[in-house]
C-alpha cells in the first residue's frame, strides 16, 4: 500500500507563488501517475493537473500558464507550482497517486489566496 501526504499550503496574497508537495511512501516500486485536484467549500472536487510517466496532460483553462505538475522518481515526490494566485484559487488541494494499479489520496493541504 501507498501513503500520500501533502504539504506547503498556506495563506498567500493574490498574485503570489506557492510550491505544493506530494510525498508517496510505503510498498511499490515508482509512481505511475499523479493529479493535483481542489475542492472550495461548497463546491465539487476539480482536477487542476494530471501526469503519467512524466507525461503533462493538458491543463484545464482556468489554470493554463499558471500551474505547472512535475515530479521528482528519485524522491517519490510530485510538485504544484502555483505561480499568479487568484482569491478563486483558494482550496483544499488534494494528491492523487497511481502506482501499483491502486489509487491513493492524500489528505489535503489547504490554500487561501486573499490581501
Known amino acids: 500500500q501507498v501513503q500520500v501526504e501533502e504539504s506547503g499550503g498556506g495563506l498567500v496574497q493574490p498574485g503570489g507563488s506557492l510550491r505544493l508537495s506530494c510525498l508517496a511512501s510505503g510498498r511499490f516500486f515508482s509512481i505511475y501517475g499523479s493529479e493535483w485536484h481542489r475542492q472550495a467549500p461548497g463546491k465539487q472536487r476539480e482536477l487542476v493537473a494530471a501526469?503519467?510517466?512524466?507525461?503533462?496532460?493538458d491543463y484545464p483553462d482556468f489554470v493554463k500558464g499558471r500551474f505547472t505538475i512535475s515530479r521528482d522518481n528519485a524522491k517519490n515526490m510530485v510538485y504544484l507550482q502555483m505561480n499568479n494566485l487568484k482569491p478563486e484559487d483558494s482550496a483544499v488541494y488534494y494528491c492523487?497517486?497511481?502506482?501499483?494499479?491502486?489509487?491513493?489520496w492524500g489528505q489535503g493541504t489547504p490554500v487561501t489566496v486573499s490581501p
Open positions: 492523487k497517486i497511481r502506482a501499483g494499479g491502486y489509487f491513493y
Open positions: 501526469e503519467t510517466e512524466g507525461v503533462v496532460s
